[in-house]
């Protein structure tokens, strides 16, 4: 295995156990304050995590190409903050 490798997956394990407590936290505080903006900001880095894992499984365990594996990432990324931003600039609590 290349270090560049082992790096990546590192890189990608720390990318879900912070987006992870990013959401939990998120969660916690929707619940707590009922705020539209903690449930958008809490979808919004899940759906960017839930990229960051679908892209590393379909690179190491579907066996896809890189490319496409950071094409689903790239997406899934876009979309996370996109609606971030909505929970940051638009939302009305």
Do not use: H, N, P, W
Request: aromatic fraction near 10%; charge should be positive.
């Amino acid at each position: 295995m290349s270090l560049t490798l082992d790096v990546l997956r590192i890189a990608q394990a720390l990318v879900l156990i912070f987006g992870l407590v990013v959401v939990y936290y998120a969660a916690k505080s929707y619940r707590r304050t009922k705020s539209r903006s903690m449930l958008l900001l809490g979808i919004g880095f899940g759906i960017t995590t839930v990229g960051s894992v679908v892209g590393g499984v379909a690179f190491e365990l579907m066996g896809a190409d890189i490319e496409t594996a950071d094409t689903l990432y790239a997406v899934a990324q876009a979309i996370g903050f996109f609606i971030i931003l909505l929970s940051l600039a638009v939302a009305k609590d």
